[in-house]
């Protein structure tokens, strides 16, 4: 009996639990400076959550105001800040056009099951699909596409 797994445990027995505080927030990484994403995750998910682009500009238009404080009058002050406002929009509407044209690729690169298409639509991963759902084999070299319905 000693050595039967127990496969049941209790919340007390959780070691992943690290009690440092340090350890208990995950880091929120931007992947290749906003543009990469992580496997296994969904990517508009993922994509949703990405603000670096947006924190950027607003890190470095932070710096640009507290330069300009120093040196510019008010006038040029409320100027600068106009400009930086349209560039923030218009980085957050690139980010919405990038998300809107990730969206449509997604949407085409996954396309139809190979039942809903036609055969002049089949394309070799179609065939290879076909052949795994219906478990045929072929050996050797190039063989003709199998019958789709009888």
Do not use: C
Not at 59 to 84: I, T, V
Request: avoid cysteine; charged fraction near 35%; hydrophobic fraction near 30%.
């Amino acid at each position: 009996f000693a050595r039967i797994f127990q496969f049941d445990w209790e919340s007390t027995d959780d070691t992943s639990q690290d009690l440092n505080p340090l350890y208990q927030q995950r880091a929120n990484v931007s992947l290749a400076f906003g543009r990469g994403y992580r496997a296994g995750v969904d990517m508009r998910a993922q994509r949703k959550k990405n603000t670096y682009m947006t924190d950027l500009t607003k890190f470095r238009q932070q710096q640009q105001r507290e330069e300009e404080k120093k040196r510019l009058s008010r006038a040029e002050l409320q100027e600068a800040e106009r400009k930086r406002q349209a560039e923030l929009q218009k980085v957050q509407e690139q980010q919405k056009r990038i998300a809107q044209a990730m969206d449509v690729k997604i949407a085409r690169d996954k396309g139809k099951h190979w039942s809903d298409k036609a055969l002049t639509e089949m394309t070799e991963r179609d065939w290879r699909i076909f052949r795994e759902d219906f478990d045929i084999r072929i050996q050797g070299g190039h063989a003709t596409n199998p019958l789709r319905s009888w």
